[in-house]
């Protein structure tokens, strides 16, 4: 029997213990990995001082309950084959699929696709208003649309971005990659140790390379990523002066350290919330670089 262990009364209010076996897992939570060595570290814990902060349930069919908040306690309670465990119930479904999303967002170790996905989640289920979701969970709008800009990404491609180790400002740089070259973007900049800027410039320079496919995306990016370190080396020899103006001039040899330049400056327009695109057009012995930047527009 339930018992409430602040007054002994109704099943509506307290804290109360529950038997695992009645707590049914939500497939709303965000978590959907869970480390070993963390989990045991918490068991550990909980078998010294005890559950500190009861979980959040919500009542279910048949006597049973769903959780809101807690995986991670249930799961270490479970393992030390506890009877029961301390809960609150909360009541209303809106308040559940809030309080879901907030106490898995502010866990140790919550991925950021995870969060994003449990972002969505609250953003669709408030008419995908993007100003109201954003007030619930102490975001900027600007912010808000970033984490859901992460779930445009498939499955594949987060879990290899995952492996990259990348954060979530340098894995949106991969948006701009066209779909059908973007995972195999992502393992080449893995499989090739690019640093963060030189990945940036190449999913800029791809951006711009119209007609590029899979098969020629490998040649293209060992390319540009040799031309972008010759470069990079050179600009140390590259002969300077200094005009009558003060301005400092660099004589170039060829466009390609420009054109790369050009990438670069995408690429850190694109960290700061621009989407950036290079447009390049010969016309007889001139060549004409176009550079259309504008402003992100706000989901909602």
Do not use: W
């Not at 070993?36 to 006597?63: H, M």
């Not at 049973?64 to 029961?84: D, N, P, Q, V």
């Not at 919330?273 to 012995?285: H, L, M, N, P, R």
Request: hydrophobic share 35%.
């Amino acid at each position: 029997m339930l018992t409430d262990k602040e007054t002994g009364k109704g099943i509506r209010s307290g804290i109360f213990d529950i038997p695992p076996c009645l707590i049914k897992p939500n497939p709303a939570l965000s978590r959907t990995e869970f480390s070993d060595t963390s989990l045991v570290s918490l068991a550990d814990s909980i078998r010294r001082y005890g559950i500190l902060q009861p979980l959040a349930v919500r009542l279910s069919e048949k006597g049973k309950y769903e959780l809101i908040a807690g995986e991670r306690r249930l799961r270490a309670a479970m393992l030390l084959s506890l009877r029961t465990v301390p809960c609150v119930i909360v009541g209303t479904e809106e308040k559940y699929e809030f309080l879901s999303v907030v106490e898995n967002i502010h866990r140790e170790g919550l991925g950021m696709f995870d969060e994003a996905r449990a972002i969505r989640r609250l953003y669709e289920k408030h008419g995908r208003n993007a100003s109201k979701t954003a007030a619930l969970l102490s975001f900027s709008e600007s912010e808000l649309c970033e984490r859901l800009r992460l779930c445009e990404f498939s499955r594949a491609e987060m879990q290899a971005l995952d492996s990259l180790g990348v954060g979530m400002r340098d894995a949106l740089l991969y948006l701009g990659v066209p779909q059908v070259l973007r995972f195999y973007t992502i393992k080449l900049c893995a499989e090739k140790g690019l640093s963060g800027t030189e990945a940036s410039a190449l999913c800029s320079a791809i951006a711009t390379e119209k007609g590029l496919t899979p098969d020629e995306l490998e040649s293209f990016a060992v390319k540009f990523i040799e031309g972008i370190r010759a470069i990079e080396k050179e600009e140390s020899t590259v002969p300077t002066e200094e005009p009558q103006s003060g301005r400092r001039t660099i004589f170039l040899r060829d466009l390609r350290a420009f054109e790369i330049s050009l990438s670069k400056t995408c690429a850190t327009l694109e960290r700061a919330g621009f989407s950036a695109d290079i447009k390049t057009e010969k016309d007889g012995e001139k060549t004409v670089y176009t550079i259309c930047v504008e402003q992100r527009k706000k989901k909602g």
